[in-house]
């Protein structure tokens, strides 16, 4: 959620600092603004929406200024507004921020008891102006750390001050930030993906620490004060992911993607050869781990659901699986036999790094699948498992769903291997059919045509319903959630056998209804249940892997997607329904790549 960059350099920077906010559109997008030193005085441009309204904006009137900082919001606290975007300015001191002030209204009551004024409705403003009222008796690094130990929340920083224009001073709590180096710049990001078009050799902060950036210095702090050294990680820039090519929309790329993710996922963790996985240092050994508990938040707690399904079918490991943001919460008994799993693309979600915080204070093994290895929740977990998809633009997550769901199922082979509970005959065949996998996910995008068709029938529905029993239910969770989020259509996920206790009574004459039916042991049972729907008029979209020809004359739509084996029906049923989604989306004209209200790195609660 939100963006923030900074750059302290010996030219203009406005025009980076504009293609850098571009680049983190996809965290926020319902504001934009910049601020640059300019002539001694502090230089605020504003807009509501997009950043190509800020550039229009600074063609007209241009921004000079060597050191400067940009923002792109989500909002949090006050409507998307000019006045509520950042940056924040005071004739001293401008700030751009990401997280939320949980104790903004009690320190505007005390300033305003000082006769300062606030412009906008937002957290942020108090930033700027406790700032401003430290700068009275103190110089800028002493008095940002002045204002940090009055604010509660969570926030990521980039500070410029009118009397200082040589400094930007970056500080963390809660929300990521990083730093890049060149040889006559320096910046300040919110992730390492806006920086990589300028640099390739970044610095992350950790909780509690605070930077100060000049043209040709950094310098880090710890939240004593005292000087720290920070590692220079030297990070790939991969052009070929970041950029979308000749697609519509990075998710249309990153759907078909999906091969080429499911193959670097399964040759980084599967050696053919040797028929094994590679996979070491579990932080428990594998033979004494009791319970597996899954975690995360959206898209990734539907790939935990999953895995339930899968550690329950081939393991005799006890499987839980948790949302994060309710995990943090509850009076957990937390258990040292226990491994505790953190799903998460970004690997900055704040509730599934909170998460992971308790499991570390109560001295339980973590592990984190994640696609950004530099992400907080990456450095804090005992043990990482990456997924390898690359950058993953679009808001909707559809590759690294994908590959969650593979490294999770080869986590779940490997354990059952080494635990005796699967035989070797079977170990092999499962990889045998992890090397198929990309070629299967491969004819699962030819079915594109046809969803096409389908997703016509969707435009003039009130909503829809997603069912699914066993490995499919999760599936229906995830195609639910991919509709509602790209297309603004309502749609529920259900288990099909729940159907007659309350959803039922939503089926009305021509209400679409994708029943996920892959050839298991649920089959017979998931055509039961889709009769009754069938009977009260539901408009049926039948999904399945069965060759069977004829299943019902009553399915409106079907499609077929290859057969592997039960186990991997859950990948190769997903692809359809992310294609549905996305081509209901686009008919219905609707940002597939920034859906409303949403950002892809959810950084506040
Ligand atoms: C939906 C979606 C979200 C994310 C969720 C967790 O398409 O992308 O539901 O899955 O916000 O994000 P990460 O995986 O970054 O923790």
Redesign the pocket.
């Known amino acids: 959620m939100c963006g923030i960059i900074g750059i302290a350099s010996n030219r203009p920077v406005s025009t980076n600092i504009i293609n850098s906010l571009k680049k983190l559109e996809y965290r926020g997008y319902d504001s934009a603004g910049i601020a640059t030193i300019t002539d001694g005085y502090i230089n605020e441009k504003k807009c509501s929406g997009r950043v190509d309204e800020l550039q229009k904006i600074l063609l007209k009137t241009p921004s000079n200024g060597n050191i400067g900082i940009g923002h792109v919001r989500w909002a949090t606290h006050g409507i998307p507004s000019i006045v509520n975007a950042h940056p924040h300015s005071s004739d001293a001191v401008s700030v751009v921020h990401n997280g939320i002030i949980e104790n903004s209204d009690e320190i505007k009551k005390n300033l305003e008891t000082k006769n300062f004024k606030f412009k906008s409705q937002t957290d942020t403003e108090v930033i700027t102006l406790l700032i401003t009222e430290a700068l009275n008796d103190s110089k800028p690094l002493e008095a940002v750390f002045k204002t940090l130990k009055k604010l509660k929340g969570s926030f990521a920083l980039g500070i410029i001050f009118k009397n200082y224009e040589n400094i930007i001073i970056g500080a963390r709590r809660g929300s990521p930030l990083a730093v890049g180096y060149s040889n006559d710049e320096n910046f300040l990001g919110s992730d390492s993906y806006a920086l990589k078009s300028m640099t390739n050799k970044i610095s992350y902060l950790d909780d509690g620490e605070l930077c100060v950036l000049t043209k040709d210095n950094v310098e880090f702090f710890n939240q004593n004060k005292k000087k720290i050294n920070k590692k220079i990680h030297l990070v790939s820039e991969d052009l070929n992911t970041s950029e979308k090519g000749n697609f519509k929309n990075f998710m249309s790329k990153e759907i078909s993607e999906q091969p080429i993710t499911a193959k670097k996922c399964v040759s980084e963790y599967v050696d053919k050869i040797k028929k094994d996985i590679n996979i070491y240092n579990f932080p428990i050994k594998p033979s004494e781990i009791n319970k597996i508990v899954l975690i995360?938040?959206?898209?990734?707690y539907h790939s935990c659901l999953v895995a339930k399904y899968w550690f329950e079918e081939i393991t005799s490991i006890e499987a839980e699986i948790d949302v994060a943001s309710e995990f943090r919460y509850r009076n957990l008994k937390l258990n040292e036999k226990n491994l505790y799993v953190f799903?998460?693309?970004?690997g900055?979600?704040a509730d599934?790094s909170a998460a992971l915080d308790i499991c570390k204070k109560n001295k339980v093994k973590t592990c984190a699948i994640v696609n950004v290895v530099e992400s907080t929740i990456a450095r804090n977990a005992d043990w990482v498992l990456p997924i390898h998809a690359g950058p993953e633009i679009g808001?909707?997550?559809t590759k690294?769903f994908l590959g969650q769901l593979i490294v999770l199922f080869i986590l779940c082979l490997k354990l059952s291997f080494m635990r005796k509970d699967i035989n070797k005959e079977f170990y092999n065949s499962k990889i045998d059919d992890l090397t198929k996998l990309p070629d299967e996910i491969n004819k699962c995008l030819k079915s594109e045509t046809n969803i096409q068709l389908m997703a016509k029938e969707f435009l003039d529905a009130n909503g829809s319903m997603f069912l699914g029993r066993g490995f499919s239910y999760p599936i229906a969770l995830e195609g639910a959630?991919?509709l509602k989020?790209l297309s603004y259509l309502h749609a529920e996920g259900y288990p099909a056998g729940e159907m007659k206790h309350g959803p039922l009574a939503l089926i009305e004459d021509g209400l679409p209804v994708v029943v996920i039916a892959p050839k298991d042991k649920y089959f017979e049972k998931t055509l039961s249940n889709m009769q009754e729907v069938i009977a009260r008029g539901g408009k049926i979209f039948f999904f399945t892997d069965n060759k069977k020809k004829s299943i019902s004359e009553n399915i409106r739509f079907g499609l077929r997607v290859p057969f592997l084996d039960n186990l991997f029906s859950p990948i190769l049923l997903t692809v359809p329904l992310q294609l549905l989604a996305y081509h209901v989306a686009l008919l219905k004209n609707c940002d597939i790549d920034k859906p409303r209200n949403l950002a892809k790195?959810?950084t506040v609660e």
């Open positions: 995360g938040c959206g898209t990734a799903l998460s693309q970004s900055e979600t599934t808001v909707a997550s690294a959630l991919k989020e790195s959810v």
